[in-house]
C-alpha cells in the first residue's frame, strides 16, 4: 500500500527524534503504585508475613547473646561448665524454632508477592493487548513495529523482573532495618548513633548515585526498542538486503546500534553495580569504629559481650538490607524508565469512541457516497479537500492516478481508519461515524497487494473472515475463488499448515486464499488494492477470474495502476495530490483527452516501446 509524502516525513521526523531520560518519575511511580493498590490485601498479607518473619530473625541474635553470656559467666565463675540441656538446651530449642518459623514466613512472601507481580505484569500486558486494537492507524505508520513490540515485550519484562524482586527485598529491608535499630537502640544510643552516622553517608552516597542512574537506565531502553526496531526491519527485508548486496551495511548499522546498546547497558549497570561497594565500604568503617567503642563499654562493664555480639549481628542485619536497599532502589530506576515507556504508550491518542446507540444497516446494499470530504494528517496540512462523489450499489469503481495520489488513503477513510476533519462519508445514506466500527467494516472486504496470512492451515486462514464458518462453506469459498484445485494437490489438502509468512505456497496461490476469505465474508462491498500487480500474467488471468466472481452483485472498489484492468469500469475517478481530479467512465475520460487520457497513452505507448 502507498504512503503519502506527508506522511514520510512524519514517519522520519518521528524515527530521528533523540533519546531521553524519563520525563515524570514520580508520575510514572504513582501509576505502578496505584496498580499496586488493587492488590492491598494480598500486600498486606505479605507485610504481615515479612512483620512475622523479620520478628523471628530480629529475636534470634538476643537469644544467641543469652548463650554467650551463660556460657561467659560459667566461665569467668571458675566452676566447670558444662553444655547439656539445663544450660544451653533451652535456647538451642528455642533458636530452632525461631529460624523454621522464620523460612515459614519467609516462604510464604516470597509466594505471594511473586504473585502480585505477576498479576500487575498481566495487567499491563492485558492493557498493552486491549491497547493494540484501539490505536488508529496513523500511530502504526508513525511508529517502528520493533518499537512497539518492545514496549510490549522487554520492557513489561524489565518491570516484572525488578517489581518480582524488588517488592520482597524492599518490604524486608525496610522492616529489618528499622526493627535492628529499635533494637541497636535498646542496647546501646552510643553505638547506634555511630551506626546512624555510617547509614547517614551509605545513604548520601546511594541517593547521589541513583540520580545519575535515572538517566542511564532511560537511554538504555530507548537502545533497545531501536535495536529492537532494526533487527525486526532486517528479518523481514532480508530479500531485499541480499538483492542489493547491502548485507555489509546492515551488519554495520546493527554493529552501531548493538555499541550504543552496550553503551547505554554498561553505563546503567556500573552506576547501578557501584552501590554495593560504596555502601560496603562505609559499612566497613562504621565496624570499626563501633568495635573500639564497643571493646571500650565492655570493660567499663556498662555493656555485656553478649550484647555486644547482638549489636554486631544488628548492624550486619541493618547493614545488608541497607546495601539491598541501594541497590532496589537504582534497579528500580530502570523499572520506572521501561514503565514510563509502556505507559506513554497506553496514553497514546486511540481511536474515536464508537456512539452510544450505533445505527444499523439489516439489508446493506453497497450505495457510497464522499460528501465534502476533506482530511489531512495533521490538523494543519490538508491532503484532501471537498471530496465529492456518488457510488451505486453494485458499481464497479476504479480509483487510479500516480503513486503518491492518495488512492489507498481514500479506501482507508471509507474503512474509517482515519478520521475526517470535515464533511462525511456514507453507506446506504447512513453516515459511518453513526455506526460501530465493527459493523461498519463487517460491510467491506479487502483483497490487498499484500498478502496476509497467519501460522495456521489453509482452512483456518480462509475461515478467518467468518466466525463459525463450516468446512463446507470454506470449500464452496475456496472453489469460488478457483482455489480449491491447488488446494487438493497440496500433501495435506485443507489441512496443509502455512508458516508465518506462507512460503510454502507461491504468491499467486496466496493470493487465492484472500479472495476466498473475502467470499466467505460475504460482503456487501469489496475493496481491490492492487490484488494482481505481483503475479505473473497467466496467473492474473485466473485471479482476475476469480475476482469476476468475487465483485458480482457488489459494489466493488478497484485501485490499480494497470490502466488496461479497469476499462469496463463503470466509473472512474481520477487522482492527482489527493484531489479527484477527473471522474467517468473510460470512453468519457479519453474523449475529454486529459490527465487519464495521457495515463492510458503512456502505459500503452510504453508497452509498445
Known amino acids: 500500500m502507498e504512503r503519502d509524502n506527508l506522511e514520510n516525513d512524519v514517519f522520519h521526523m518521528l524515527d530521528n527524534m533523540p533519546a531521553g531520560k524519563a520525563k515524570n518519575v514520580k508520575g510514572t511511580a504513582a501509576r505502578l503504585l496505584k496498580q499496586l493498590y488493587r492488590q492491598k490485601w494480598q500486600l498486606i498479607a505479605a507485610f504481615v508475613c515479612i512483620l512475622f518473619g523479620s520478628a523471628f530473625t530480629l529475636a534470634a541474635p538476643l537469644i544467641i547473646g543469652q548463650a554467650i553470656n551463660l556460657i561467659y559467666e560459667g566461665i569467668i565463675s571458675g566452676r566447670p561448665f558444662e553444655v547439656n540441656v539445663g544450660t544451653l538446651g533451652n535456647i538451642m530449642l528455642t533458636l530452632l524454632?525461631?529460624?523454621?518459623?522464620?523460612?515459614?514466613?519467609?516462604?510464604?512472601?516470597?509466594?505471594?508477592?511473586?504473585?502480585?507481580?505477576?498479576?500487575?505484569?498481566?495487567?499491563?500486558?492485558e492493557k498493552v493487548s486491549e491497547k493494540l486494537t484501539r490505536l488508529p492507524l496513523r500511530y502504526y505508520d508513525q511508529h517502528k513495529k520493533g518499537d512497539i513490540l518492545s514496549r510490549a515485550t522487554n520492557d513489561l519484562d524489565k518491570v516484572a523482573s525488578t517489581l518480582e524482586d524488588g517488592?520482597?527485598?524492599?518490604?524486608?529491608?525496610?522492616?529489618?532495618?528499622?526493627?535492628?535499630?529499635?533494637?541497636?537502640?535498646?542496647?546501646?544510643?552510643?553505638?547506634?548513633?555511630?551506626?546512624?552516622?555510617?547509614?547517614?553517608?551509605?545513604?548520601?552516597?546511594?541517593?547521589?548515585?541513583?540520580?545519575?542512574?535515572?538517566?542511564?537506565?532511560?537511554?538504555?531502553?530507548?537502545?533497545?526498542?531501536?535495536?529492537n526496531g532494526t533487527i525486526e526491519e532486517?528479518?523481514?527485508?532480508?530479500?531485499?538486503?541480499?538483492?542489493?548486496?547491502?548485507?555489509?551495511?546492515?551488519?554495520?548499522n546493527v554493529e552501531a546500534l548493538n555499541q550504543a546498546l552496550y553503551q547505554a547497558g554498561r553505563k546503567a549497570q556500573f552506576i547501578t553495580y557501584a552501590v554495593d561497594p560504596a555502601i560496603r565500604l562505609c559499612n566497613q568503617i562504621g565496624y570499626i569504629l563501633i568495635a573500639v567503642q564497643g571493646a571500650l563499654l565492655v570493660t567499663q562493664g556498662r555493656i555485656s559481650i553478649g550484647n555486644i555480639q547482638a549489636f554486631f549481628q544488628y548492624v550486619n542485619q541493618a547493614s545488608e538490607p541497607l546495601t539491598q536497599l541501594a541497590h532496589i532502589v537504582n534497579s528500580m530506576q530502570g523499572a520506572i524508565a521501561a514503565a514510563e515507556r509502556v505507559f506513554v504508550f497506553l496514553d497514546e491518542e486511540e481511536e474515536a469512541p464508537d456512539p452510544p446507540n450505533p445505527r444499523e444497516i439489516s439489508l446493506p446494499q453497497g450505495n457510497v457516497s464522499f460528501e465534502h470530504v476533506r482530511f489531512g494528517y495533521q490538523d494543519g496540512?490538508?491532503?484532501?479537500?471537498?471530496?465529492?462523489?456518488?457510488?451505486?450499489?453494485?458499481?464497479?469503481?476504479?480509483?487510479?492516478?500516480?503513486?503518491?495520489a492518495g488512492k489507498t488513503t481514500l479506501?482507508?477513510?471509507?474503512?474509517?481508519?482515519?478520521?475526517?476533519?470535515?464533511?462525511?462519508?456514507?453507506?446506504?445514506?447512513?453516515?459511518?461515524?453513526?455506526?460501530?466500527?465493527?459493523?461498519?467494516?463487517?460491510?467491506?472486504?479487502?483483497?490487498?497487494?499484500?498478502?496476509?496470512?497467519?501460522?495456521g492451515t489453509i482452512e483456518e486462514n480462509i475461515a478467518y473472515s467468518r466466525e463459525n464458518a463450516t468446512s463446507q462453506e470454506v470449500i464452496q469459498a475456496a472453489k469460488a475463488a478457483r482455489a480449491d484445485h491447488f488446494i487438493r494437490t497440496l500433501p495435506a489438502g485443507y489441512q496443509t499448515s502455512l508458516d508465518d509468512e506462507a512460503a510454502n505456497i507461491s504468491q499467486g496461490q496466496r493470493q487465492l486464499l484472500t479472495i476466498a476469505r473475502a467470499l466467505l465474508a460475504d460482503p456487501a462491498i469489496l475493496i481491490l488494492d492492487e490484488a494482481t500487480?505481483?503475479?505473473?500474467?497467466?496467473?492474473?488471468?485466473?485471479?482476475?477470474?476469480?475476482?469476476?466472481?468475487?465483485?458480482?452483485?457488489?459494489?466493488?472498489?478497484?485501485?490499480?495502476?494497470?490502466?488496461?484492468?479497469?476499462?469496463?469500469a463503470d466509473h472512474i475517478l481520477v487522482m492527482k495530490s489527493g484531489t479527484?481530479?477527473?471522474?467517468?467512465?473510460?470512453?468519457?475520460?479519453?474523449?475529454?483527452?486529459?490527465?487519464?487520457?495521457?495515463?492510458?497513452?503512456?502505459?500503452?505507448?510504453?508497452?509498445?516501446v
Request: glycine share 6%.
Open 97 to 125: 524454632t525461631l529460624y523454621l518459623f522464620s523460612a515459614v514466613f519467609s516462604y510464604l512472601q516470597e509466594f505471594t508477592l511473586a504473585g502480585v507481580a505477576q498479576k500487575l505484569t498481566l495487567s499491563l500486558r
Open 167 to 227: 517488592l520482597l527485598q524492599f518490604f524486608s529491608a525496610t522492616v529489618s532495618i528499622v526493627g535492628s535499630f529499635a533494637l541497636m537502640l535498646a542496647i546501646s544510643p552510643r553505638l547506634t548513633s555511630i551506626a546512624l552516622a555510617t547509614v547517614s553517608v551509605s545513604m548520601a552516597a546511594a541517593t547521589w548515585i541513583a540520580r545519575k542512574t535515572q538517566r542511564y537506565y532511560a537511554e538504555n531502553q530507548k537502545a533497545l526498542g531501536e535495536m
Open 234 to 252: 532486517a528479518f523481514t527485508g532480508h530479500q531485499v538486503i541480499k538483492a542489493f548486496n547491502m548485507e555489509q551495511a546492515a551488519i554495520r
Open 381 to 404: 496540512a490538508a491532503l484532501m479537500n471537498d471530496i465529492n462523489f456518488r457510488v451505486k450499489a453494485g458499481d464497479k469503481i476504479a480509483i487510479v492516478g500516480p503513486t503518491g
Open 411 to 455: 479506501i482507508n477513510l471509507l474503512m474509517r481508519f482515519y478520521e475526517l476533519q470535515d464533511g462525511k462519508i456514507t453507506i446506504d445514506g447512513i453516515n459511518i461515524t453513526e455506526m460501530s466500527r465493527s459493523r461498519l467494516r463487517s460491510l467491506l472486504g479487502m483483497v490487498l497487494q499484500d498478502t496476509w496470512l497467519f501460522g
Open 533 to 568: 500487480s505481483s503475479v505473473d500474467t497467466r496467473t492474473e488471468l485466473e485471479i482476475q477470474k476469480a475476482m469476476a466472481t468475487l465483485m458480482k452483485g457488489r459494489t466493488s472498489f478497484i485501485i490499480a495502476h494497470r490502466l488496461s484492468t479497469v476499462r469496463d
Open 580 to 608: 479527484i481530479i477527473e471522474q467517468g467512465t473510460h470512453t468519457e475520460l479519453m474523449k475529454q483527452n486529459s490527465f487519464y487520457a495521457d495515463l492510458y497513452n503512456s502505459q500503452f505507448a510504453s508497452t509498445a
